[in-house]
T-cell receptor, first 120, second 109 residues
Framework: DVKVTQSSRYLVKRTGEKVFLECVQD?????MFWYRQDPGLGLRLIYF???????EKGDIPEGYSVSREKKERFSLILESASTNQTSMYLC???????????????????FGPGTRLTVL | QKEVEQNSGPLSVPEGAIASLNCTYS??????FFWYRQYSGKSPELIMF????GDKEDGRFTAQLNKASQYVSLLIRDSQPSDSATYLC?????????FGKGTMLLVSP
């Protein structure tokens, strides 16, 4: 089974702090993603990475940066946390290979448990 | 801009009934279509995917795809209270998925 883990389930930080959210996957997936989820807004893509040291902006990258130094690890960084970054943060991974066999297809994303971040 | 439209609900059905969830999407180029379930406070989990027109069945779940009309649906037979969750049908892009807001399903005992 695919396993995606996130460093914290709950996190409370103060405005202006630098915040690191870590995500690790154990399936050797090429792609990794960071989303935030807010009531009434659904899941929104912040950044994704398709290879080590590669990153692409998603729909809402402002105020965030990412780092992918190893294939299994993808970090989301809030350089200076603000109250409007209070949210649920979800990490996911997928592979572009494998075809359409079985229960999951190419690009099926597997999610971590999420980190609920509160910025005071 | 890829978009997926879902009725936010809640869709309320009694236990044992068939629940029908629908999505329409804007992009004709997507190859695969997914259904995810998300319980309150939890992360999304894959239910099934479908890539060809017609029906695909997996236990109590049936996904239906009509590419010409640009919609995908999910039928849940013999609905159970444990099926109460938000259901998401993301649109596939180039290695990315675009999520709508999801449909909340409530199954009453």
């Amino acid at each position: 089974d695919v396993k995606v883990t996130q460093s914290s389930r709950y996190l409370v930080k103060r405005t202006g702090e630098k915040v690191f959210l870590e995500c690790v996957q154990d399936m050797d997936h090429e792609n990794m993603f960071w989303y935030r989820q807010d009531p009434g807004l659904g899941l929104r893509l912040i950044y994704f990475s398709y290879d080590v040291k590669m990153k692409e902006k998603g729909d809402i990258p402002e105020g965030y940066s990412v780092s992918r130094e190893k294939k299994e690890r993808f970090s989301l960084i809030l350089e200076s946390a603000s109250t409007n970054q209070t949210s649920m943060y979800l990490c996911a991974s997928s592979t572009p290979y494998g075809g359409l066999a079985g229960r999951a297809s190419t690009d099926t994303q597997y999610f971590g448990p999420g980190t609920r971040l509160t910025v005071l | 801009q890829k978009e997926v439209e879902q009725n936010s609900g809640p869709l309320s059905v009694p236990e044992g009934a068939i629940a029908s969830l629908n999505c329409t999407y804007s992009d004709r180029g997507s190859q695969s279509f997914f259904w995810y379930r998300q319980y309150s406070g939890k992360s999304p989990e894959l239910i099934m995917f479908i890539y060809s027109n017609g029906d695909k069945e997996d236990g109590r779940f049936t996904a239906q795809l009509n590419k010409a009309s640009q919609y995908v649906s999910l039928l849940i037979r013999d609905s159970q209270p444990s099926d109460s969750a938000t259901y998401l049908c993301p649109l596939q892009g180039y290695s990315t998925l675009t999520f709508g807001k999801g449909t909340m399903l409530l199954v009453s005992p």
